[in-house]
T-cell receptor
Framework: DAKTTQPPSMDCAEGRAANLPCNHS???????VYWYRQIHSQGPQYIIH???NNETNEMASLIITEDRKSSTLILPHATLRDTAVYYC???????????FGTGTSLTVIP | SQTIHQWPATLVQPVGSPLSLECTVE??????LYWYRQAAGRGLQLLFY??????ISSEVPQNLSASRPQDRQFILSSKKLLLSDSGFYLC???????????FGQGTRLTVV
């Protein structure tokens, strides 16, 4: 079962930073936070994951609060191709399954 | 590098007909394998996962079954399709946690 809560939709102006929030208030100490995105009619694409510390890669940054009960995915300079549904997932570091919630539909506006 | 193949990309099947969707992974050994389904406008629902040959765990009761005859092959089947089986079916793989999962491009199944 999904253990995360995300807003159903968001808009972002092209070129601006997109900040996508996720609540995971019941997260336990050994659960990771993962972010995926899905462009219409394609398979989900991995973006980033983290445990405690903030993480950054070529696609995005992940900011995890100190109490780990929420996180924010940041797309620093959103483009039209970033329009997609973004999923936040928590997963045990000893478990294998990924349980997806309903995600946030991000629309980047020209 | 690792790749995942899933076919066919689209499929239209009559109610009551059988189903076989195949997924194969290349470039890795002993992956965990998964089948997900996505109904129109909905999120992804985990259907089955497998940690090894012949080992299948079902997440939800349904009209479908899965099999893993080889290490890197995962098959989704049904003996008689229902209208409610329509959806977007995705295969995925990963190694042990905390590695990420990689998804195929999906099969869009329409049962008519």
């Amino acid at each position: 079962d999904a253990k995360t809560t995300q807003p159903p939709s968001m808009d972002c102006a092209e070129g601006r930073a997109a900040n996508l929030p996720c609540n995971h208030s019941t997260i336990s100490g050994n659960e990771y936070v993962y972010w995926y995105r899905q462009i219409h009619s394609q398979g989900p694409q991995y973006i980033i994951h983290g445990l405690k510390n903030n993480e950054t890669n070529e696609m995005a940054s992940l900011i995890i609060t100190e109490d780990r009960k929420s996180s924010t995915l940041i797309l620093p300079h959103a483009t039209l191709r970033d329009t997609a549904v973004y999923y936040c997932i928590v997963r045990l570091n000893t478990g294998n399954q990924f349980y997806f919630g309903t995600g946030t539909s991000l629309t980047v506006i020209p | 590098s690792q790749t995942i193949h899933q076919w066919p990309a689209t499929l239209v099947q009559p109610v009551g007909s059988p189903l076989s969707l195949e997924c194969t992974v290349e470039g890795t050994s002993n992956p965990n394998l998964y089948w997900y389904r996505q109904a129109a406008g909905r999120g992804l629902q985990l259907l089955f996962y497998s940690v090894g040959i012949g080992q299948i765990s079902s997440e939800v009761p349904q009209n479908l079954s899965a099999s893993r005859p080889q290490d890197r092959q995962f098959i989704l089947s049904s003996k008689k399709l229902l209208l409610s089986d329509s959806g977007f079916y995705l295969c995925a793989w990963n190694l042990e946690a905390p590695t990420e999962a990689f998804f195929g491009q999906g099969t869009r199944l329409t049962v008519v």
